[in-house]
């Protein structure tokens, strides 16, 4: 190193010499043919595009998408009960009840056309704005490409230009074989190949007050409440709460109107056999989760507002002690997460003999429920974010970062064959998920996350 740096100085030394008993002098002139870059202007280009970026989100797509959905689930809703109406037209008279009933629907649909039109309106704004603003950035780097002299962009797009050619020249060659696997007992689905979405996110009737919850779709419901949705909140202390409340349709759900209301479990608190943790399910009019204080699952029964406990086995974690966790932040009171698929409720938990591994046991339903089938995993549940069911298979999730969860992990009950390798991604909205459960009746994972009810298809194979 220190050689080559000598060399040139004891040469420029002896130039200088001579050129110094001559008498000569010698003047240097560079000139650069080509203009400066103009950093400035890349600068601001650059921060421009980034402010368009953090304006432009998903959520302002999502917000109209959801909406949408809103309006198309509520038109048929109300088609129903107008004709309805119109079957029971008593000659003259129309049912003031049934009359009531609509005048709540038209409400609730007017109030969701205005939203929409004021969010459609801002929009359009947004996009007007960002186009012109796009239009003038696209100018820019245009003017800025000039400056490529070397060509260097423009030899990077033709590569990106060659690789594309090559992969779909090799995607042609070699067509994606899709798996079959067998059906799995009554599931009328075969293999799980990805979830797309968020579908619905919304912040529900009570935003950002209640961190912690779950909310989802009885699968099992009583006639004529095919449509309605549950939500659990932990009211009290982030960790347990002693009602459920009920809407009649995923709209009302989203504008936040609960029409039955409330179902309490008992009036304090929490206390005896009150909901501890947010992993709950709600299952042929009945709510499934932790009892406060126990080791054992609670049953409630929504009709006769009645709780039946079933004890788990000895040596089950609770009470904070085997939650799901993320890297260095674990999800209190999340022992035990029950479930839904199409074959009924499971519950997913860990003892001290399991060394804080994952086990799944069936509940059979009965008076009382039952513990039936348990299954063993190797699987660490502190390394889990959460888990669900879906078809008799148990998929279990881990945090990747704040914009993704990976699920990583499934084990099928009916052929006992376990995969580490799923690697199918949730793109969440926010960071943390603190209840996931799989509903079979239309296919969707509905999940809670700080705050917002998320939910997301399932692409079954
Ligand atoms: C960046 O935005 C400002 C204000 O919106 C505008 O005046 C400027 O021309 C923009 N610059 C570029 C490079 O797009
Ligand atoms: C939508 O909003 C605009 C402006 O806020 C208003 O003029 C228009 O009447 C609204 N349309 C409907 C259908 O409510
Ligand atoms: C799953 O869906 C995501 C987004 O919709 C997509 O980017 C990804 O490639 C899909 N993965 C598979 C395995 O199909
Ligand atoms: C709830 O109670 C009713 C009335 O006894 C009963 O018919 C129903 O099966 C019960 N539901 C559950 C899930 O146990």
């Not at 994952?358 to 089938?373: D, N």
Request: overall charge negative; aromatic content about 10%.
């Amino acid at each position: 190193m220190m050689l080559y740096v000598i060399v040139p100085f004891c040469a420029l030394f002896t130039f200088t010499l001579q050129a110094a008993t001559r008498d000569v002098k010698c003047t240097c002139e560079l000139t650069y043919s080509e203009t400066a870059f103009p950093h400035g202007k890349l600068s601001t280009a650059e921060s421009n595009a980034s402010k368009c970026n953090s304006k432009i989100t998903p959520q302002k797509t999502l917000e109209l998408e959801r909406l949408l959905l809103g309006l198309e689930r509520r038109l048929p809703q109300l088609q129903e009960d107008v004709s309805m109406l119109e079957k029971e037209n008593d000659g003259e008279l129309y049912g003031a009840l049934s009359l009531q009933v609509i005048e709540n629907e038209m409400k609730d649909i007017k109030q969701l056309i205005d939203t929409l039109n004021s969010t459609t309106q801002e929009n359009l704004h947004l996009t007007t704005d960002t186009t012109k603003q796009l239009e003038d950035l696209k100018a820019e780097m245009q003017e800025l490409e000039r400056y490529d002299t070397m060509q260097v962009v423009m030899s990077k797009q033709d590569n990106q230009r060659l690789k594309t050619d090559l992969d779909q020249c090799r995607n042609g060659l070699h067509p994606t074989i899709q798996p079959t696997e067998p059906q799995h007992g009554k599931c009328p689905h075969r293999q799980f190949l990805n979830i797309t979405g968020p579908r619905v996110y919304t912040k529900g009737e009570y935003p950002g007050s209640y961190m912690y919850g779950a909310w989802g779709r009885d699968p099992k419901p009583q006639a004529g409440k095919e449509n309605w949705y549950w939500l659990v909140l932990m009211t009290s202390s982030n960790r347990y709460s002693n009602y459920v409340r009920l809407y009649s349709s995923l709209s009302s759900l989203i504008v936040g109107v609960s029409v039955p209301g409330n179902v309490q479990i008992h009036s304090s608190n929490p206390t005896t056999n009150t909901v501890q943790g947010p992993n709950v399910v709600l299952y042929g009019e009945a709510l499934y989760y932790n009892c406060y204080n126990q080791d054992a699952v609670c049953r409630f029964n929504l009709t006769t507002k009645t709780v039946t406990t079933l004890q788990l086995p000895k040596g089950t974690r609770f009470n904070s002690k085997g939650n799901f966790c993320r890297l260095d932040e674990c999800y209190p009171y999340t022992d035990l997460d029950l479930a839904t698929d199409e074959s009924g409720v499971w519950v997913i938990y860990t003892t001290t003999q399991d060394f804080g591994n994952l086990v799944l046991s069936k509940l059979e339903e009965g008076e009382p429920p039952t513990l039936g089938q348990t299954w063993h995993t190797p699987v660490y549940k502190q390394g889990v974010t959460n888990t669900f069911m879906a078809c008799g298979v148990l998929y279990a999730t881990r945090y990747i970062d704040k914009h993704m969860e990976e699920i990583f992990y499934s084990f099928d009950t009916s052929t006992g064959v376990e995969k580490f390798n799923i690697g199918i991604f949730i793109h969440k909205m926010s960071p943390n998920i603190y209840a996931l459960n799989y509903s079979p009746v239309d296919q969707m994972l509905h999940a809670y996350c700080d705050s917002h009810m998320v939910s997301y298809k399932v692409l079954f194979g």
